[in-house]
């Protein structure tokens, strides 16, 4: 069983649409919970970060934290092709340190 | 500010050469880290350093020899390399200890190819 899991891909949306981008996580002990955004050929971008149960609202950018359920998400509104790369999951377990990522989801805005 | 630098930005070199990928980054942080990522892979974790001192190594071939000079540098020496070596190596860095914020962030990476 993965680590963490995304909603595979890809995810095509048109622009002004809602972009829903989910993952889910095996470790109970998971702390921290990020969002990463990596256009083609370049490093991941911080998008989001998200440590407590809720949502936490940044812009166009919604992130979603269900510990019980082991889940988060990402919500983009009003998408735009801007928007489109691939969107990292990645979730922090302090003690061990390591940001274990899931494998990403393409999301691709159509004008 | 929250820059992580990387030099060089694209490396060419011979499976018989040694080279070396440096970053840099001035917000503060002792904890650093390098990663690879293969096309369409997530990163994975090499290294991490913490306060300057090697804590993690993740199995990585000696072929790699991690550095961290002081705290604001880090180094990735690379010495018989492999084509199969050849990605996008990733440095980031976050806060020492990991506390109310531990993000780490990253340097716009070395494109390294390996003929």
């Known amino acids: 069983q993965k680590e963490v899991e995304q909603n595979s891909g890809p995810l095509s949306v048109p622009e002004g649409a809602i972009a829903s981008l989910n993952c889910t996580y095996s470790?109970?002990?998971?702390?921290?919970f990020f969002w990463y955004r990596q256009y083609s050929g370049k490093s991941p971008e911080l998008i989001m970060f998200i440590y407590s149960n809720g949502d936490k609202e940044d812009g166009r950018f919604t992130a979603q934290l269900n510990k019980a359920s082991q889940y988060v998400s990402l919500l983009i509104r009003d998408s735009q092709p801007s928007d489109s790369a691939t969107y990292l999951c990645a979730v922090l377990l302090r003690s061990a340190r390591q940001l274990t990522f899931g494998s990403g989801t393409q999301l691709t805005v159509l004008p | 500010d929250t820059e992580v630098t990387q030099t060089p930005k694209h490396l060419v070199m011979g499976m018989t050469n040694k080279k070396s990928l440096k970053c840099e980054q001035h917000m503060g942080h002792r904890a650093m880290y390098w990663y690879k990522q293969k096309a369409k892979k997530p990163p994975e974790l090499m290294f991490v350093?913490?306060?300057?001192?090697?804590?993690i190594n993740e199995s990585v071939p000696s072929r790699f020899s991690p550095e961290c000079p002081n705290s604001s540098l880090l180094n990735l020496h690379l010495h018989a390399l492999q084509p199969e070596d050849s990605a996008l190596y990733l440095c980031?860095?976050?806060?020492?200890?990991?506390?109310?914020?531990?993000?780490?962030?990253f340097g716009p990476g070395t494109r390294l190819t390996v003929l």
């Open positions: 470790d109970r002990g998971s702390q921290s």
């Open positions: 350093y913490s306060y300057e001192k090697l804590s």
């Open positions: 980031a860095s976050s806060q020492e200890p990991p506390g109310a914020t531990d993000t780490q962030y």
